[in-house]
């Protein structure tokens, strides 16, 4: 678990505002106490003080006091945050009366707090579902530019050194967009291309654009689709290093693929994968974890202009603490 090692030492280096807009729930709180405690980041916590401080008393959490706490119902900038939120939103025609109101939904604060330059990423989803912590990060931060929808990076760390860089692999998408484009596969390509730099520290992303085809090895229109992607992505960021349609044996095995796409340099050497859809993205991560016995950390959103990340409402407290982290090496890049 080097790997996770060096994403808390990166984190560290520059500290990062990260919120919590979950703060009462116990895993966020430990998680929120264990990160202040650590130097990962200046934490912003949004809930109701008389319960946050209830908590983090019963239950010893002795650095909470350090963070900044924001009560969404008595919030002395509400009524700015509120204006924020109804300019960002009027051509959608939301009125000054529902921004008051949606203001006091933590996610919602959250985001209007870094839209408004105070605070770098967020991370909700111990108690919220995926739709809700994407909604408000989509009509607050919106994506990135030249970036038109999200995905989801899933970073595995395998016990195979001789696949991808020492056993780590980046893969999407693996949890949000169900049939993507062409074009979005290869927005896909360089959001993943970026994670794999400013999460796992991979200084040379190769890319590799996966199908059930090398090189033309089958006909289909699905094939079609992944090798346009690559066109794409070639065309419109040159500086990646990318090559597909390529199986997946021939993305990861140097043997396998200097035998079935001969010249490449990204086949065999792969350490970006990114699935033709979203049913192979998931399926084919759960397969590494569970019959592989690889660490799948993520889903990792990107393509959002300042990370916004999603827990999995069975998250545990490091769960929550390593998403901190990952969150913060995002914001190091995005800054």
């Known amino acids: 678990m080097d ?16 919120v919590l807009p979950e703060a009462e729930e116990e895993r966020t709180l430990r998680a ?45 900038r509400s009524e700015e945050y509120a204006t924020l939120l ?41 108690l919220s579902t995926t739709g809700d912590t994407l909604r408000p990060a989509l009509q607050i931060i919106k994506c990135t530019p030249g970036i038109t929808c999200v995905s989801g990076a899933m970073l595995l760390i395998t016990n195979s050194p001789e696949y991808g860089q020492e056993g780590v692999v980046v893969m999407s998408d693996v949890a949000v967009t169900p049939m993507p484009t062409a074009s979005q596969l290869a927005e896909f390509a360089y959001c993943t291309a970026e994670t794999a730099k400013s999460v796992a520290g991979i200084a040379e992303p190769k890319i590799a654009m996966l199908s059930f085809s090398t090189k033309g090895s089958a006909k289909h229109e699905v094939v079609d689709k992944v090798a346009e992607a690559t066109r794409i992505a070639q065309q419109t ?68 202009a300042r990370p916004v990340n999603d827990l999995s409402r069975g998250c545990s407290v490091d769960d929550i603490y390593y998403m901190v982290a990952i969150t913060a090496c995002q914001a190091q890049a995005a800054k």
Not at 3 to 16: D, G, H, N, T
Not at 38 to 63: F, K, M, Y
């Open 3 to 18: 790997i996770l090692k060096s994403i808390v030492a990166r984190a560290q280096a520059k500290r990062m505002r990260i």
């Open 32 to 76: 929120a106490d264990r990160a202040i405690a650590d130097g990962l980041a200046e934490i912003v916590l949004i809930g109701r003080p008389s319960v946050v401080n209830r908590q983090a008393e019963q239950w010893g959490l002795t650095h909470i006091a350090e963070a900044t706490l924001i009560d969404p119902e008595n919030n002395p």
């Open 86 to 126: 109804a300019e960002l939103r009027k051509k959608k025609g939301m009125t000054l009366d529902e921004a008051r109101e949606l203001v006091k939904n933590p996610l919602y604060l959250g985001c209007l707090i870094i839209k408004n330059g105070e605070a770098d990423g967020q991370i909700s989803g111990a």
């Open 237 to 304: 960021w040159p500086e990646l290093q990318i090559d597909g349609e390529l199986q997946a044996d021939a993305a990861l095995v140097p043997s396998v693929g200097e035998k079935k796409a001969k010249g490449s340099t990204i086949a065999g050497h792969a350490n970006v994968l990114i699935a033709p859809n979203l049913e192979v993205g998931n399926i084919g991560y759960k397969l590494v974890q569970r019959l592989g016995g690889a660490t799948a950390i993520g889903p990792i959103l990107q393509g959002i």
